[in-house]
């Protein structure tokens, strides 16, 4: 069996259980549940990419006025010790020390803002459940949520997260709070009618979805996605993938800082003629 892509919101129940090979009474069993785990992974979100702590770090120096600055600590330094040399007291020290203060405590800055944008995968992985209740075989099992496969039969009741993207095969007064994807503040009353093919994810109510908590009744449902391959999955791949794209304003700070560290270079160099 390969792993299925369904619009399971637009087609009926017995198809939804034919194309994941389940039964909808009792579930798979234990041993093709081992064989599917093996297949498609465990249930979980995992790192695609990212970046270390370390290369954020280093990071915040990658700009031409950081490189800039860098220079002036240099020429600073070369000065002083010349004064030195000189028998003079030298203030390019100081200068030196003050300039390299101020483009530390700026990296700290912005690796502090750029460290809790790239920990965003561990607050989604925070947020995801540690138990699974299933129907393996017929009876009803409490297993680590990891080892949920395609195919599985979830038992759902009042306060349980939900263990991965499932189709409702039955739905008691069911309420699911979906914030985490959809935002919207109030919890969706969840039933099992089929929905258009292109209806939006958060008016899809025959599904329940990975990370989103029941907070009212009770349900059964069959499990058609796991891991990345779930809407909180997808979410987690593009906080990776996605590159930050500078804003206009951003854009237009390095242009003219570029435009700036020239001049100034520009000046250095016209004065430093001038003395010689």
Same mark, same amino acid.
């Given at each position: 069996?390969?792993?299925?892509?369904?619009? %399971?919101?637009?087609?009926?129940?017995?198809?939804? &259980? $034919?194309?994941?090979?389940?039964?909808? $009474?009792?579930?798979?069993?234990?041993? $093709?549940?081992?064989?599917?785990?093996? *297949?498609?992974?465990?249930?979980?979100?995992?790192?695609?990419?990212?970046?270390? &702590?370390?290369?954020?770090?280093?990071?915040?120096?990658?700009?031409?006025?950081?490189?800039?600055?860098?220079?002036?600590?240099?020429?600073?330094?070369?000065?002083?010790?010349?004064?030195?040399?000189?028998?003079?007291?030298?203030?390019?020290?100081?200068? &030196?020390?003050?300039?390299?203060?101020?483009?530390?405590?700026? &990296?700290?800055?912005?690796?502090?803002? $750029?460290? *809790?944008?790239?920990?965003?995968?561990?607050?989604?992985?925070?947020? %995801?459940?540690?138990?699974?209740?299933?129907?393996?075989?017929?009876?009803?099992?409490?297993?680590?949520?990891?080892?949920?496969?395609?195919?599985?039969?979830?038992?759902?009741?009042?306060?349980? *997260?939900?263990?991965?993207? %499932?189709?409702?095969?039955?739905?008691?007064?069911?309420?699911?709070?979906?914030?985490?994807?959809?935002?919207?503040?109030?919890?969706?009353?969840?039933?099992?009618?089929?929905?258009?093919?292109?209806?939006?994810?958060?008016?899809?109510?025959?599904?329940?979805?990975?990370?989103?908590?029941?907070?009212?009744?009770?349900?059964?449902?069959?499990?058609?996605?796991?891991?990345?391959?779930?809407? =909180?999955?997808?979410? %987690?791949?593009?906080?990776?993938?996605?590159?930050?794209?500078?804003?206009?304003?951003?854009?237009? =700070?390095?242009?003219?800082?570029?435009?700036?560290?020239?001049?100034?270079?520009?000046?250095?160099?016209?004065?430093?003629?001038?003395?010689?």
């Amino acid at each position: 069996m390969e792993y299925k892509e369904l619009n %399971a919101h637009s087609i009926e129940l017995e198809k939804v &259980a $034919e194309e994941m090979d389940t039964s909808i $009474e009792n579930g798979i069993a234990e041993k $093709e549940a081992q064989k599917r785990l093996e *297949k498609y992974g465990t249930n979980e979100l995992q790192e695609t990419g990212g970046v270390s &702590a370390w290369q954020i770090f280093i990071g915040q120096f990658k700009d031409f006025l950081i490189y800039l600055l860098f220079f002036a600590i240099g020429i600073s330094v070369i000065v002083g010790f010349y004064e030195l040399s000189r028998g003079n007291e030298p203030s390019e020290f100081i200068d &030196a020390l003050v300039i390299f203060i101020i483009l530390v405590v700026n &990296a700290i800055l912005g690796f502090y803002q $750029e460290y *809790k944008a790239e920990r965003a995968l561990e607050s989604l992985k925070e947020m %995801a459940p540690h138990y699974a209740k299933v129907i393996r075989g017929g009876q009803v099992k409490k297993i680590d949520v990891k080892n949920v496969v395609p195919g599985d039969l979830l038992k759902l009741d009042e306060g349980d *997260k939900v263990a991965a993207d %499932a189709r409702l095969i039955k739905a008691y007064s069911l309420y699911a709070d979906e914030a985490i994807l959809t935002g919207e503040s109030q919890p969706v009353k969840k039933d099992l009618k089929l929905y258009d093919e292109k209806t939006i994810l958060a008016e899809r109510k025959n599904i329940v979805y990975s990370n989103t908590v029941i907070t009212r009744g009770n349900g059964l449902a069959i499990v058609v996605r796991t891991g990345m391959k779930t809407e =909180i999955g997808k979410i %987690a791949e593009k906080i990776q993938e996605e590159e930050q794209e500078k804003s206009p304003f951003h854009k237009e =700070i390095d242009r003219f800082g570029k435009l700036l560290g020239i001049l100034i270079l520009i000046i250095c160099f016209i004065v430093f003629l001038v003395e010689f």
